[in-house]
């Protein structure tokens, strides 16, 4: 079960990625906005609390994987790639639409990231406009 929640996460966001940029007046303010909760969300990754990490996810997150089975995923992936050495924003770009998910408000964010065992990564993030208007995660991948 552990495995097929994984690949219907990671299939979900791979078809996020293949949707093109849809561009709205609010565009600006809602790239930095999920930026800004994308950045917040990987300082919670970085410092290793995976559980914060998955409470302050998108509803939508939360709903595709449990928190037991998050913490368990993260911790197989993240901590053999080390330390953070930079990060770098390649991409973002609004979205309303995204195959297999509510219609609403999305960014897809991309950075370049270097780690101390990995020296080339892009790390996806996909913040969503909830319900609150807050932004939160809603997909991450490593690649």
């Known amino acids: 079960m552990k495995v097929f929640l994984n690949i219907l996460f990671f299939t979900i966001l791979v078809m996020f990625l293949a949707v093109p940029h849809i561009s709205c007046a609010g565009d600006d303010k809602a790239k930095q906005e999920a930026l800004q909760s994308a950045?917040?969300?990987?300082?919670?990754?970085?410092?290793?609390?995976?559980?914060?990490?998955?409470?302050?996810?998108?509803?939508?997150?939360?709903?595709?994987?449990?928190?037991?089975?998050?913490?368990?995923?993260?911790?197989?992936?993240?901590?053999p790639l080390g330390k953070v050495e930079s990060r770098k924003l390649e991409s973002a770009g609004y979205m309303t639409e995204l195959p297999g998910a509510p219609d609403g408000?999305?960014?897809?964010?991309?950075?370049?990231?270097?780690?101390?065992?990995?020296?080339?990564?892009?790390?996806?993030?996909?913040?969503?406009?909830?319900?609150?208007?807050?932004?939160?995660v809603s997909g991450y991948y490593i690649k």
């Open 105 to 136: 408000e999305y960014v897809v964010i991309q950075f370049f990231t270097v780690f101390s065992n990995k020296a080339n990564a892009i790390e996806t993030l996909t913040p969503m406009k909830e319900k609150d208007g807050s932004w939160k």
């Open 39 to 79: 950045e917040k969300w990987l300082k919670l990754i970085d410092s290793g609390e995976y559980g914060k990490s998955w409470d302050t996810s998108a509803v939508l997150f939360q709903k595709a994987i449990t928190k037991k089975d998050w913490i368990k995923t993260i911790k197989g992936v993240r901590p």
